[in-house]
């Protein structure tokens, strides 16, 4: 089976899982993204993509790996659960120029 169903859930203060949601769509390509505030409703909507078929969800570079890993536990380890990540020197840019 072809991967080409998505899920990709991203994490802010001030994002609303029923509110803040969208899909990409293509012949080939079905992506579903989310926003949310905390890894609760991370957990939730992770559970619903799996209801939809996705086949693998990626966090935004918000979560943690210990967050990555509560997801992929809620979802009984059924399909990748992958995490952003910056490198060294991103994580230092990202602190000098945001705080």
Partial sequence: ??????????????????????????????????????VEDAILVAQELLTKRVQLIELCGGFTADEADRI?????DLIPIGRVQYSDEELARLQREFG
């Fill in 1 to 38: 089976m072809a991967l080409a169903r998505y899920g990709f859930i991203v994490k802010g203060p001030d994002l609303e899982l029923i509110k803040h949601h969208g899909r990409i769509k293509t012949e080939l390509f079905d992506m579903a993204v989310s926003g949310v505030q905390n």
């Fill in 72 to 76: 992929r536990a809620a979802v009984n």
